[in-house]
């Protein structure tokens, strides 16, 4: 007898729904103020930023607002969990940066942060 996980299950009914139904776009967005001001507040709290406070500011809004327009909030949650397992926190730069979206956002920020 062939035994299917719960996870495959879900996943199948997923697909059928989503091709059932098609979207002209699915769009993540993180509209929650909390979050974003969190984020943000993180962000700053680094305990230095080589170029200045305002380099600081700038690359801090430029991330917070590149993961309020690409990200959902699902997203995010799930790495902010997965940096909160990690005990150690000189992982969390590998964390952080194996996720594709937010090492391009950290890319694109820092260049921009860097040419003003």
Same mark, same amino acid.
């Given at each position: 007898?062939? /035994? *299917?996980?719960?996870? #495959?299950? !879900?996943? %199948?009914?997923? +697909?059928?729904?989503?091709?059932?139904?098609? $979207?002209?776009? +699915? !769009?993540?967005?993180? %509209?929650? !103020?909390?979050? #974003?001001?969190?984020?943000?507040? &993180?962000? #700053?709290?680094? &305990? $230095?930023?080589?170029?200045?406070?305002?380099?600081?500011?700038?690359?801090?809004?430029?991330?917070?607002?590149?993961?309020? /327009?690409?990200?959902?909030?699902?997203?995010?949650?799930? =790495?902010?969990?997965?940096?909160?397992?990690?005990?150690?926190?000189?992982?969390?730069?590998?964390?952080? #940066?194996?996720?594709?979206? =937010?090492?391009?956002? +950290?890319? &694109?920020?820092?260049? $921009?942060? *860097?040419?003003?």
């Amino acid at each position: 007898m062939i /035994k *299917f996980s719960a996870n #495959l299950i !879900k996943k %199948t009914i997923f +697909i059928f729904v989503m091709g059932a139904f098609p $979207s002209p776009e +699915i !769009k993540a967005e993180i %509209t929650n !103020k909390a979050i #974003l001001s969190n984020a943000f507040n &993180d962000c #700053l709290e680094q &305990d $230095s930023y080589p170029n200045g406070v305002g380099t600081q500011y700038a690359y801090c809004g430029c991330f917070v607002n590149k993961i309020s /327009k690409g990200m959902s909030t699902r997203e995010f949650i799930n =790495i902010g969990l997965t940096l909160q397992e990690e005990e150690n926190t000189k992982k969390h730069s590998k964390i952080l #940066l194996s996720n594709k979206k =937010i090492k391009e956002y +950290i890319v &694109d920020c820092m260049t $921009s942060a *860097f040419e003003q």
